[in-house]
């Protein structure tokens, strides 16, 4: 058996050990960074990806407190781990024909600097890796929510950013008495 020391003295073993020592060294290979995480949705019977860069939770649509004079798109607010959500019909935020929300379906918390709000989905139907390769441009979505729109996938699924998304103004909603009702 070879002792270490000797390994080194060998020239066979340092050349392999050199090459070992350059590969690890080599700049991280960038392909893993050339795909988009996105969660798979179904939002008014459509299916839908968005990007995980903004989500911070999925979890079940549980109490929804109702506010009176709301706009459509405010379902209402729910309590998750201690702190108040307001909860969007992501299917009125996107444009999409209003139907009855389904039995069970899910929220998507979309969050930065504890500033949380959570959309309401049909179903969450996973994860997937998106090559970047493999989108094309979102023109084709020409409707206002079209800048928050990363691109079409491959199998011509819209791919929703969830930070464009939360950085809209279409997730805020006013308040003050001027603004009830807007």
Partial sequence: ???????????????????????????????????IEAVSLVVGGERYEMTSEAISAVAEIRRLCALPHAPPELLGLTLRRGAVLPVFDLRIVLGAPLTALPEHGRLIVLGRAGEDVALAVDAIAGMRAIPRSELRDAAPIATPTGAWFRGIDADGVPVIDSGALLDSDRLVVDISPRGVGR
Avoid: K
Avoid at 5 to 24: H, K, S, V
């Fill in 1 to 35: 058996m070879t002792d270490a020391r000797d390994a080194l003295d060998d020239p066979i073993a340092r050349r392999i050990l050199e090459a070992r020592t350059r590969a690890l060294a080599a700049a991280p290979d960038r392909s893993i960074h050339d795909e």
